[in-house]
């Protein structure tokens, strides 16, 4: 098993930044790729950032150029810089693990951006 614990989430104003956080606990050897994803309300979960054990990224088009999503091996956790927010980013956001051919997840975070 493997606990996701997130953090950082807040009210932000349309323009300003936020750091996320998610930390692994647990059995976490074996650990590969990890993500973060959001869901706003009224719609489905959506994929916002991956980073594998290497270091390679890929965004969602929404967020290319304002997000940046980084990893700590050591500590086993994965971050989420958003800059230039938007309204359009308020969702509660997901940590996600994949380990071996499982997938785990956190209990999410919630980011409002609003003026």
């Known amino acids: 098993q493997v606990q996701l614990v997130e953090s950082g989430g807040g009210l932000v104003q349309p323009g300003g930044s936020l750091r996320l956080s998610c930390a692994a606990s647990?059995?976490?050897?074996?650990?590969?790729?990890m993500a973060w994803y959001r869901q706003a309300p009224g719609k489905e979960r959506e994929l916002v950032a991956t980073?594998?054990?290497?270091?390679?990224?890929n965004y969602a088009d929404s967020v290319k150029g304002r997000f940046t999503i980084s990893r700590d091996n050591a500590k086993n956790i994965v971050d989420l810089q958003m800059n230039s927010l938007k309204p359009e980013d308020t969702a509660v956001y997901y940590c996600n693990v994949n380990k071996r051919n499982y997938v785990y997840w956190g209990k999410g975070t919630l980011v409002t951006v609003s003026s």
């Open positions: 980073i594998t054990r290497g270091g390679t990224t």
């Open positions: 647990g059995s976490i050897f074996g650990i590969t790729t």
